[in-house]
Antibody, heavy 120, light 111 residues
Framework: EVQLVESGGGLVQPGGSLRLSCAAS????????MNWVRQAPGKGLEWVAN????????YYVDSVKGRFTISRDNAENSLYLQMNSLRAEDTAVYYC?????????????WGQGTLVTVSS | QSVLTQPPSVSGAPGQRVTISCTGS?????????GNWYQQLPGTAPRLLIY???NRPSGVPDRFSGSKSGTSASLAITGLQAEDEADYYC???????????FGTGTKVTVL
């Protein structure tokens, strides 16, 4: 059974940093692109970043470029999101998802999410 | 601000058919990219409902169907059931933004 379990969320002050983790199991992690998607409280979904199987390609939404870094450790079956210079507008539930890379990639498995709150 | 526009809400009685539109542009759905759909039940993570415009993953009931025409994608729910009450999001790829995009979301209410 495919499982994605996020951790690392919490309360952080504006300008602070946080590192999210996603533990993957039940599939061959190293053979899949992976994603972070976020959802602000009461709002819609927003794609944040994705990473190729070997980590050689990474893409970000404009609003987090230069502040967030996506990475992975295939030996540990883990995905990460390092978030620096956090802003109030980064407050959201962050979901880890697996990507099926076709013409229009889709996200077939999602974790339960971890809440990040940026507030003083 | 999303580049894929959905109606904020739709509603229907049990057994009825409802449709949700996802209006894009020439830089996403109209550029040949597919529409994918996700269902988010209250308090839970989204789950994949439709991929490649009209394909259902294993386990998704056949009362859910999808289509695409021009710059828009659509999701239809036939034989509406109480358990279908949820938020629904479309998703595609946008060449102008060079990234994945989601629709604004639609809340389905079963009367």
């Amino acid at each position: 059974e495919v499982q994605l379990v996020e951790s690392g969320g919490g309360l952080v002050q504006p300008g602070g940093s946080l590192r999210l983790s996603c533990a993957a199991s039940g599939f061959s992690f190293s053979t899949y692109w992976m994603n972070w998607v976020r959802q602000a409280p009461g709002k819609g979904l927003e794609w944040v970043a994705n990473i190729k199987q070997d980590g050689s390609e990474k893409y970000y939404v404009d609003s987090v470029k230069g502040r967030f870094t996506i990475s992975r450790d295939n030996a540990e079956n883990s995905l990460y999101l390092q978030m620096n210079s956090l802003r109030a507008e980064d407050t959201a539930v962050y979901y880890c998802t697996r990507i099926i890379p076709v013409l229009t990639s889709y996200f077939d498995y999602w974790g339960q999410g971890t809440l990040v709150t940026v507030s003083s | 601000q999303s580049v894929l526009t959905q109606p904020p809400s739709v509603s229907g009685a049990p057994g009825q058919r409802v449709t949700i539109s996802c209006t894009g542009s020439s830089s996403n759905i109209g550029a040949g990219y597919d529409g994918n759909w996700y269902q988010q039940l209250p308090g839970t993570a989204p789950r994949l409902l439709i991929y490649g415009n009209s394909n259902r993953p294993s386990g998704v009931p056949d009362r859910f169907s999808g289509s695409k025409s021009g710059t828009s994608a659509s999701l239809a729910i036939t034989g509406l059931q109480a358990e279908d009450e949820a938020d629904y999001y479309c998703q595609s790829y946008d060449t102008s933004l060079s990234g994945y995009v989601f629709g604004t979301g639609t809340k389905v209410t079963v009367l």
